[in-house]
């Protein structure tokens, strides 16, 4: 093949971020939502997704082996730029610039979350469920990094989902482009909402 | 009586390995003066604020219309042509600065022989030469050859790779510029027959993938091509291509 490394890796760093990474999201955020409605709703919806079959596989293949991917290429975008929003203060230059921020504010968070449930629960060090949740964010600085976390994590999505469709050759005029611009930040808003009354729905 | 003036504050350098120096100018204004005419006069009276004679500023200039592409330079923090930049414009005092993405060769003047090996290296020309007479070429439709006429306005100024991000000493980015030349030469219907070559020239390294989408090269190019759309659309071609590519395909 006559294109690069360069060339595939960049564009499957982009299609992972949206499949499957940014589809576990939406899946996940849902999934969560139930602590809305209440310690048991929450607990029999994770209860549900803790024993899907084959899970470790579902685990490795959709989640952590593309976003470990997604992770390392994306420090690597992240080095090579020279950001400039100082001298050129453009919208899209500061879309940019923030894409970059909260995909590393993302990264620290998640190594943190996933340590925090999935790795303890996975030593048994913890259980799965409504009480995980609550004790954890019982602290209000681990509110506070959440709810960072949170918001740079679903950003990241809804504005990486506008550069998904331009690299790939979706968006090509500037009105599609500007189109997507709206779409993903209502994407970015509705999932803002949907997340913080997540995390307020367990404290 | 004191007389207007026009204050400056130059970045110089005296050779590509020297350290840059900042010195600071003070010229009589003059109605419609541009940074050009401004620069003419220092080099007429090289003297700067202090009162001290000083070597005079190095800059390069050709066309004095904003069509060859030759003064670029930082102007007030933004990368443009010093030709087009009209004093009546411009917050001062006047910052002057070369644009350091390229080699700086002197003061003002950069090296832009990166931007002519990218061109090379993306075929952005249109092989006619045979051993015998080709005779005309396709024509074009109108529409397209109206939005190819905005690409080929390109005058390899520079200023976007100096706006873009992604151009800096840490990547190979070939930039915006020659990119939006495949488009131009592909759009041709004489150069469509080595689009697959130009493609998969900008499918390499420091090529079409490099592009973050901060898309500072469309806000800050003097001509006004849409630059991005030249991005997006060899974004979709591009896809296609590596397609082609790994499948097989007869086109």
Excluded at chain 1, 35 to 59: D, W, Y
Excluded at chain 1, 169 to 185: A, D, I, K, N
Excluded at chain 2, 169 to 177: E, L, M, R, T, V
Excluded at chain 2, 181 to 187: D, S, T, Y
Aim: charged share 15%.
């Amino acid at each position: 093949m006559a294109g690069s490394r360069d060339f595939f890796n960049r564009r499957l760093h982009s299609l992972l971020g949206v499949i499957p990474v940014g589809l576990f999201l939406l899946v996940h955020l849902t999934v969560n939502h139930f602590a809305t409605r209440g310690a048991g709703s929450f607990n029999k919806a994770v209860n549900f997704m803790e024993n899907l079959p084959f899970l470790i596989v579902l685990e490795f293949l959709l989640i952590y082996l593309p976003l470990l991917f997604h992770a390392i290429y994306g420090l690597y975008i992240v080095f090579t730029a020279k950001n400039n929003v100082g001298r050129l203060s453009y919208f899209r230059n500061w879309m940019f610039l923030l894409q970059r921020v909260t995909g590393v504010i993302t990264l620290i968070f998640l190594a943190w979350h996933v340590w925090e449930t999935r790795i303890r629960y996975a030593l048994g060090q913890t259980e799965l469920n409504y009480d995980m949740m609550h004790d954890i964010l019982s602290s209000p600085v681990m509110v506070v990094i959440y709810l960072i976390g949170v918001l740079s994590t679903v950003f990241h999505f809804a504005n990486g989902l506008w550069s998904f469709m331009v690299s790939w050759g979706l968006t090509v005029s500037p009105r599609s482009q500007r189109v997507s611009t709206y779409f993903t930040m209502i994407v970015f808003l509705a999932l803002a909402i949907i997340s913080v009354r997540t995390i307020f729905a367990f404290i | 009586m004191s007389q207007k003036t026009v204050k400056f504050i130059i970045t110089r350098q005296n050779s590509p390995e020297t350290a840059p120096y900042q010195e600071e100018f003070e010229i009589p204004y003059r109605p419609n003066m541009n940074v050009i005419s401004a620069l003419m006069e220092i080099r007429r009276n090289p003297v700067n604020s202090k009162g001290e004679a000083t070597t005079p500023v190095y800059w390069e200039m050709n066309c004095l219309e904003e069509v060859c592409g030759a003064c670029s330079m930082v102007i007030n923090g933004k990368p443009r042509q010093s030709c087009t930049a009209l004093i009546d414009n411009l917050e001062q005092p006047i910052r002057l600065e070369p644009m350091k993405t390229f080699p700086v060769v002197r003061d003002l003047a950069i090296d832009r022989s990166r931007m002519f090996d990218a061109l090379k290296r993306v075929k952005a020309w249109i092989p006619i030469d045979g051993t015998y007479d080709l005779g005309e070429g396709p024509r074009m439709p109108e529409p397209k050859r109206q939005w190819a006429y905005e690409l080929s306005k390109c005058m390899t100024c520079g200023v976007c790779l100096e706006a873009c991000p992604n151009v800096n000493s840490k990547s190979d980015f070939i930039g915006p510029a020659p990119l939006s030349q495949v488009r131009l030469f592909n759009a041709h219907p004489t150069g469509a027959m080595n689009k697959a070559e130009r493609l998969n020239a900008i499918m390499g390294e420091g090529g079409l993938a490099s592009c973050g989408n901060s898309q500072n090269c469309v806000q800050s190019c003097p001509k006004g091509i849409p630059l991005t759309t030249s991005i997006a659309s060899l974004n979709r071609e591009t896809t296609i291509q590596s397609f082609r590519n790994f499948f097989g395909s007869d086109k």
